[in-house]
């Protein structure tokens, strides 16, 4: 058994509270947070020993060069690579499937050729493909998956060919948590004479890895998932693949001769580490992969199905929620939306929050996933060797408050949805800086961020009804997590007075939307444009609260209305 509270002591992290409560952190898939022996070793290489490595003559850039190297040695006997050449330092696992898809398919990819991938991938092991199929005219085919969300390995059979060139695959898919037979995969996309590419992000920090006894040609990771620091990962590659693949940037350290007329390249592994590589990041990654062997991934292993298993008998018992992905081999992730009633996993992540719970909400990268169940996003939360039971009953009790909450408020009546611009009416400001005013104070009078969180959700509840008609294609708001609709118009009777009616299935953006209706509609096209919504923003603080995707979600409502105002002042 695990000694859980030992392990949690070893991370500063959990030292810190978020809005007042002490911090529960479940977003172990997105980045795990890091270890004393983690930071300890980072800051010790910029204290004692940073220089820059292979070409200082000095002591200090020997000390340098000797670390970066035995980092390396310890990834190879992390994964039990044969040679500690065949690893290679990237930025992270994108940029290594990046490296295999830009480099080995520009050697071996040709028009009608395949690439194999599952409906389970993340994006980065998806674009990197498409980006080389569309250069060499190779096609891409996708494994299906079923409703528990497992790989269909007899639909993979099936689309293997003499065709396929490559199969790419996750070993742990991030949304759903499924746990892929990869040694199968591998094994029979091999029997076609197929190379394949095992993306192993969300596993290495959950289960022992070997990449001998997978055979696989290709395995990616990064640093960050397993208690390392961000900005370092890893490609293995087998020597053989790696020798006969062209680099993939130019640079130092990459060759062995140039001349303007012709280059040679440096053996493995510098030929794929062109520049100064991020060497306190390599020394961090070593050191979070000798941690993680100091307590043993077997232990590990065992510890984070236990708080799969109770997380799920937990999640599973609330009324409304329903559970995304149940597949046989799971890690430790459990993916979920609420039904009953509807609720934006955006709400739910930030109302989390609220709580001092950190969970992911969204796509995950994992649009083409979404899509096959019918959905736009999860709420999903994942587990690391420093999470307990008590993290997972803290979750289960505030999903089954915020989801009575939402059950006890009253709902838009469906009567007020049906009307249309005919009943819009809305007192308008005197300009929009007076309307920013008014906002201002009210937030200035709330003295923290859960209040006016509160308030802004206040504001949705009590936004006007905007009819089903008017949520078409034209009015839908792109780059927004959730959806968004917002249609303007020319307000009857004037000639420059624009007014919009807007929704969201979120509540945070609903009370944004009544901001945003408070300073704009009714407002003449030149005074909108005249307005600087992004010092306002940042005036009332939403700029620090919410997040990058949010804003631009916000932004991209602001354009909305701008665009229009530009439509109607130059006509
Ligand atoms: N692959 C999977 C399955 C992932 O979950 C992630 C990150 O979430 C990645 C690849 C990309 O990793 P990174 O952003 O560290 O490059």
């Known amino acids: 058994m695990l000694d859980v509270a030992a392990v949690r002591a070893q991370f500063p992290i959990f030292e810190t509270t978020a809005h007042g409560f002490p911090l529960i952190y479940l977003d172990s898939a997105a980045s795990t947070q890091q270890p004393t022996a983690v930071i300890a070793a980072v800051n010790a290489y910029h204290r004692q020993t940073h220089a820059n490595i292979h070409r200082g003559v000095y002591q200090l850039s020997q000390t340098a060069t000797r670390l970066y190297e035995e980092a390396r040695n310890t990834v190879a006997r992390f994964i039990n690579a044969a040679d500690s050449a065949e690893c290679i330092f990237t930025r992270g696992a994108t940029e290594s499937i990046n490296l295999v898809a830009a480099c080995w398919g520009a050697a071996n990819l040709n028009a009608g050729d395949e690439i194999i991938l599952s409906t389970l991938e993340h994006h980065s092991n998806i674009v990197p493909w498409q980006l080389i199929a569309q250069k060499t005219g190779a096609h891409i085919r996708v494994i299906p998956i079923n409703d528990a969300g497992e790989i269909q390995f007899d639909a993979y059979q099936q689309l293997l060919s003499s065709r396929t060139r490559l199969v790419a695959v996750n070993q742990v898919s991030n949304a759903l948590g499924t746990i892929n037979s990869v040694r199968e995969i591998i094994a029979a996309a091999h029997a076609v004479g197929a190379v394949v590419l095992i993306d192993g992000a ?15 040609d290709f395995y990616v990771f990064s640093g960050h998932k397993l208690y390392g620091p961000t900005g370092i990962g890893v490609l293995y590659g087998k020597r053989d693949l790696l020798n006969t693949m062209p680099p993939y940037q130019g640079g130092g350290d990459m060759i062995e001769q140039v001349t303007f007329e012709r280059t040679t390249y440096a053996p493995l592994p510098s030929k794929y580490e062109a520049g100064t590589p991020n060497i306190s990041g390599a020394v961090g990654l070593a050191a979070a992969l000798t941690w993680i062997e100091s307590i043993g991934l077997a232990t590990i292993s065992a510890h984070e199905q236990r708080l799969l298993q109770h997380a799920t008998a937990r999640l599973s018992a609330i009324s409304g929620l329903e559970i995304k992905g149940m597949a046989a081999q799971k890690s430790g992730v459990v993916s979920w939306i609420v039904v009953d009633p509807p609720l934006a996993t955006l709400d739910i992540g930030t109302q989390l929050d609220l709580r001092g719970i950190c969970i992911r909400t969204g796509h ?3 649009q083409p996933l979404m899509n096959r169940f019918g959905i736009a996003a999860t709420a999903r939360a994942s587990f690391g060797v420093y999470n307990n039971l008590d993290d997972i009953d803290r979750l289960a009790e505030a999903l089954t408050e915020i989801i009575a909450a939402a059950r006890a408020k009253n709902t838009i009546s469906p009567a007020l949805q049906q009307e249309g611009w005919g009943n819009f009416k809305l007192t308008a400001a005197a300009s929009p800086t007076a309307a920013a005013n008014e906002i201002a104070e009210i937030f200035e009078f709330l003295p923290d961020w859960p209040m006016r969180h ?12 905007m009819p089903e008609s008017l949520k078409t294609a034209a009015t839908a708001v792109h780059g927004c997590q959730s959806t968004v609709h917002i249609a303007a118009r020319i307000a009857p009777g004037t000639t420059d007075i ?10 945070l953006v609903r009370g944004l939307i009544a901001l945003l209706q408070q300073i704009y509609s009714g407002q ?3 005074a909108i444009l005249a307005f600087d919504a992004e010092a306002f923003f940042a005036r009332i603080g939403l700029d620090q609260h919410l997040s990058m995707s949010r804003r631009n979600g916000l932004a991209a409502m602001v354009q909305r209305v701008r665009t229009l105002a530009q439509q109607v002042a130059s006509e």
Do not use: M, R, Y
Not at 202 to 216: C, D, K, S
Not at 454 to 465: A, F, R, S, T
Not at 498 to 507: G, M, P, Q, T
């Open 202 to 216: 969300q596993w290495v920090a959950h289960g022992v890895t070997n990449v001998q006894e997978l055979n696989a």
């Open 364 to 366: 995950h990268c994992c």
């Open 454 to 465: 509160q308030h802004v959700i206040d504001l949705g509840d009590k936004l006007l009804p």
């Open 498 to 507: 624009i007014e919009f009616l807007a929704d969201s299935d979120a509540n």
């Open 524 to 526: 003449s096209a030149a």
